[in-house]
C-alpha cells in the first residue's frame, strides 16, 4: 500500500493544474474511494483534498516569485475567480499573493513521501471475525473529527443519555460484544471543511428491529471485523490503538476498510485510575 500511495503522490503531482477528481484519484490508487480517503488521512494527518489544494497554493506560490501575474496564476490552479484565489491563498499564508509579488515573501508546502518507520518492534495484536447483520442501537449526534484527548461533545452526548433510554438499550442487547460501544459513521465524505464532522452514537448491538422513538437504529450488514485489543491510559490508548490501525496495519494488510460504522468499547480499570481495556471494531474486506 505504501508504494501504491507514493505513485498517486506522483500522480496528483503532474496534475496540479487539472480538474483532479477524488474519485479517479482513489480509482488510480486500484482501493475504494472511503479505503484510500481514510488510509491517507491517518498517514498523513489531513484530508486528502486538503493536500492538494495545499500543493497547488505551494506551487503558485513559486510562480508568483517568478513574476507570473495573480490572475494568470488564479486559474491555471483551478480557481474561478481571482477573489476566490486570493481569499484561499490568504487563509492558507497569511499573506496576499501581491505580497509576494511585492516583497518576496513566501510559504512552501512540499510533496508528501511516504516511508516505512518500524517504531520499536511492537506488534499489533488482531483478530478477523465474521459477523452477521446487525443494528446499532442508541443516541447519536454530528461531532468534529478528534483524534487526540477528550471530545467535548461526546462527553455531551453521554451525559444526555437518559434512565429510560439505558433501560431500552440494555433490553435491546442480544448480540457481542455485550458492552456499551461507541460508533463512528458518516464522516464528511469530501473533507472540504478544515475541521470535518461525523456522527457519533453511544449504544449497543442488536438483532431486534422494534426500537422505541427515544433510541436511533442504523443497520449494519453482515460484515467482516477486524479487531483490535488494548490496554492502558484512557484515552490515549484506545485512540493510539485507532491511529496505528490504519497507518501501520492496514497499509500492510490483506485487507480495505469497508464504508460501515466502526466502533469501540471500553472497560475501566476499578483499581487504575484512567487505566481500561478497550477493543476497535473496524470493518473490512479481503482486497
Known amino acids: 500500500m505504501l508504494k501504491e500511495l507514493n505513485l498517486v503522490i506522483d500522480y496528483i503531482e503532474d496534475r496540479l493544474t487539472d480538474d483532479l477528481s477524488l474519485e479517479n484519484i482513489s480509482e488510480y490508487a486500484g482501493v475504494s474511494d472511503y479505503h484510500f480517503r481514510k488510509i491517507f488521512l491517518y498517514l498523513s494527518g489531513l484530508p486528502l483534498s486538503e493536500y492538494i489544494k495545499n500543493r497547488k497554493l505551494s506551487e503558485a506560490n513559486k510562480e508568483l516569485l517568478n513574476g507570473e501575474k495573480v490572475t494568470d496564476v488564479a486559474f491555471k490552479y483551478g480557481y474561478q475567480s481571482v477573489d476566490g484565489f486570493t481569499r484561499a491563498f490568504k487563509k492558507w499564508s497569511g499573506f496576499l499573493p501581491s505580497d509576494v509579488i511585492k516583497k518576496g515573501v513566501s510559504k512552501s508546502f512540499p510533496k508528501l513521501s511516504f516511508v516505512i518507520t518500524v517504531k520499536g518492534g511492537v506488534s499489533m495484536e488482531y483478530r478477523i471475525e465474521d459477523k452477521p447483520a446487525f443494528n446499532l442501537v442508541g443516541v447519536s449526534k454530528r461531532v468534529p473529527m478528534q483524534f487526540e484527548g477528550v471530545n467535548d461533545e461526546i462527553v455531551k452526548l453521554a451525559k444526555s443519555i437518559t434512565d429510560e433510554q439505558k433501560e431500552e438499550m440494555h433490553s435491546l442487547q442480544n448480540i457481542e460484544p455485550y458492552e456499551i460501544v461507541n460508533a463512528s459513521y458518516d464522516a464528511d465524505a469530501n473533507f472540504l471543511k478544515e475541521e470535518g464532522d461525523l ?63 466502526s466502533f469501540s468499547f471500553t472497560k475501566m480499570d476499578e483499581h487504575k485510575k484512567d487505566y481500561a481495556y478497550s477493543e476497535v471494531w473496524i470493518p473490512v474486506k479481503k482486497k
Do not use: C, R
Open 199 to 261: 456522527t457519533h452514537l453511544i449504544g449497543v448491538l442488536t438483532t431486534k428491529n422494534e426500537v422505541s422513538d427515544q433510541l436511533v437504529k442504523v443497520p449494519v450488514k453482515a460484515l467482516t471485523w477486524a479487531i483490535f485489543p488494548s490496554e492502558g491510559p484512557f484515552p490515549s490508548t484506545l485512540q493510539d490503538t485507532m491511529a496505528k490501525t490504519y497507518s501501520e496495519w492496514l497499509p500492510s494488510s490483506d485487507y480495505e476498510v469497508v464504508n460501515a460504522p
